[in-house]
Structure formats: structure tokens, C-alpha cells
């Protein structure tokens, strides 16, 4: 094993990553000592760096990267469920002050982990928990999605989202997303009926899509008016919003209107209190489940980043072209 831990680095707000060599991670007694393979790119990554995601807590100069899929090396004291050579995923650190997923080894919680999915690479088990989880927690956690409801994903064709559209339906739910026109046959090929939401209004579809009667879930992944309008589309009574970006002023009048219900989805608690972090690794666990009972696939960027190209991967990620969640490798195949 190195000696040293090869690592992305940014120093200030909206400077560049620059590699360094760093003491290998010291490993507590409940932590597990992963190799990283592949570590996946979120847009919190990009507000991090940028300066403006003061809820992460995570100062800079700091390393950046939240989720990633590698290899356990070395088991705690404590730590009975891993052993060396085990493949493992997770979100497991890169905010609160906790070293992030753009290196080659980090020490972990290992109640934040589960194995990979047998039918997923390591490149695609890396982009899955940081939006499996937020998505799990909104539908399964929060909103209790069961077979036979109608549920709403607003931007299905987003990270979140287009997990969000195939846990809904691996729960025996049917689903609708919200997307532009151009993500239409994204949003069909993951199994849901898809909402032009710039040609149309939300009085208009959820008169059209059911009979004026609402969705039982609404999951809202974008925020501001978007949020405004799932309050719209909530189903009278037993409606329930859940909402992953619910953090600005919004009325309550029209969810209250209905009798229906909200619910906020913080995902980096866990991380930033210590607390429900063994949850979290269940989570996963189901991801897994999910994945290879061929339920789940995320969608993946083509593109291949090596740990020196961190800059030109979020630059994919921000300036929009990315097709798909975004990877940089670190020994992935």
C-alpha cells in the first residue's frame, strides 16, 4: 500500500483543483480504509467549491467529493460486517470538514457503506448515493410511496430524478416527470409519462394526467416556483410533497387548501451530526437490491476523468452537457 494519499485539493472559492500528496488516513476503530475506484460528481460539489453551500460546512482548502465505489483495505477494530477486498459504495464524506471522495484512500464510517451492486462497475456504483439516498428518503421515508399511486417527479430527468422515477415504479407506482421537451425520451426509456413543464401549466396537467384529482407524491428536485407548483399538483387530502431543495419562502396556502401534507429531505445530516449514519448504509443496501434485481441503472456520462482532469469534469457537470451523472476514475475499469 502507498504511504501517501493522492488527493484534488481546492484551496479558495472557485479556484482550481490542484493534486497533492497527503498522510494515508489514519482508520478508528468503526472505519474501514476504502480504495478509492471511482468517485462521483454532484452539483453540491460544485456549490462547495464555488463558495455557496454554507449548510455543507465543509471550509475550504478542502478535498471535494461526496460519493464514491472502491475497495475496503484495512477493517477497524470494531468492524465486523467488511473485510479486506470487499467492494464497497457510499457517501461518506467531502462536507462537514470530512476529507472527501477526490483521492485515492479515505477512512470511513463503515455504517455508511453497503457492498456494490453485483451488476453495476464501480464507475456506476459511484454516481448512485448521494441521489439514491436523498430520493429514497423522500419517497420511501417521507412519502411512504406504495403500489397503485400516482407520483410526480419534477426534473425526472436530473440526478435525483431519474432514480427518483425507478424507485417509484420498482414500489408498483406509476410515474410522471417533469422535463423539457428535449428530455422527453429520457424520461419514457426510465418508464414514466413525461410533462413538458414549459408548454404547459400545472392546472393543465394534472387535469389531463388525472382527471383533476392530484398526484399522491409529488418529489420536488428543483426548487423555488417549482416547489410552488407541486403544493398545485398535490392530491386533496392524502397528497404528501417532498421536497430535496425546499429551503426558500414559499405559501403553504395551496398545500393547505388541499388538506395535503410536506415533507423537507436534508440528506447530509447524517454526515454533518453523526446521526442515522447506519441508515444511511440500508439505504444502499436497497439500492443494491434494486440494482441487481435489474430495477435501477443510473444514468452515466460517457466521459472519462482521471484524478488530474477534476476541473474539466465539473465543467461538464456545471455547464450542462453532461449526459448522465458524472465520474472521475481512480482506478476504475
Not at 313 to 318: D, K, N, V, Y
Amino acid at each position: 500500500m502507498s504511504e501517501s494519499n493522492r488527493v484534488a485539493v481546492v484551496d479558495a472559492a472557485g479556484g482550481p483543483f490542484q493534486l497533492r500528496e497527503l498522510p494515508m488516513p489514519a482508520v478508528g476503530d468503526t472505519q474501514v480504509l476504502v480504495r478509492i475506484a471511482a468517485s462521483g460528481v454532484n452539483p453540491l460539489d460544485a456549490k462547495i467549491r464555488a463558495g455557496q453551500a454554507a449548510h455543507a460546512r465543509h471550509p475550504l482548502p478542502a478535498v471535494l467529493g461526496v460519493d464514491m465505489a472502491g475497495t475496503v483495505e484495512t477493517v477497524g477494530r470494531q468492524v465486523t460486517q467488511f473485510k479486506p477486498g470487499d467492494e464497497v459504495f457510499g457517501m461518506v464524506g467531502g462536507v462537514g470538514g470530512h476529507q472527501g471522495t477526490l483521492a485515492r484512500y479515505i477512512a470511513v464510517d463503515a455504517a455508511l457503506l453497503a457492498r456494490r451492486p453485483r451488476t453495476l462497475t464501480m464507475r456506476q456504483a459511484a454516481v448512485l448515493p448521494l441521489v439514491f439516498i436523498t430520493a429514497w428518503e423522500g419517497l420511501v421515508d417521507r412519502a411512504g410511496v406504495r403500489p397503485g399511486q400516482r407520483v410526480l417527479v419534477h426534473g425526472g430527468a436530473g440526478g435525483v430524478g431519474h432514480v427518483a422515477i425507478q424507485i417509484a415504479r420498482a414500489r408498483g407506482a406509476q410515474a410522471w416527470a417533469t422535463g423539457s421537451a428535449a428530455q422527453r425520451s429520457v424520461i419514457e426509456t426510465l418508464g414514466a409519462t413525461p410533462i413538458d413543464h414549459m408548454a404547459t401549466t400545472v392546472e393543465r396537467y394534472v387535469t389531463e394526467q388525472t382527471n383533476g384529482e392530484g398526484f399522491d407524491v409529488v418529489v420536488d428536485t428543483v426548487g423555488g416556483a417549482t416547489l410552488d407548483a407541486s403544493f398545485v399538483a398535490a392530491r386533496r387530502y392524502t397528497g404528501h410533497v417532498v421536497s430535496s431543495l425546499g429551503w426558500g419562502t414559499h405559501s403553504l396556502a395551496p398545500l393547505s387548501f388541499r388538506g395535503a401534507t410536506y415533507s423537507g429531505v436534508f440528506t447530509l445530516l447524517p454526515l454533518l451530526t453523526g446521526e442515522g449514519r447506519a441508515h444511511h448504509g440500508r439505504i444502499l443496501g436497497e439500492a443494491a437490491r434494486l440494482a441487481d434485481e435489474g430495477l435501477l441503472a443510473p444514468l452515466l456520462d460517457p466521459h472519462r476523468f482521471g484524478l488530474h482532469e477534476a476541473d474539466q469534469a465539473h465543467a461538464l457537470m456545471t455547464g450542462g452537457g453532461a449526459r448522465g451523472k458524472v465520474a472521475v476514475d481512480l482506478g476504475a475499469s
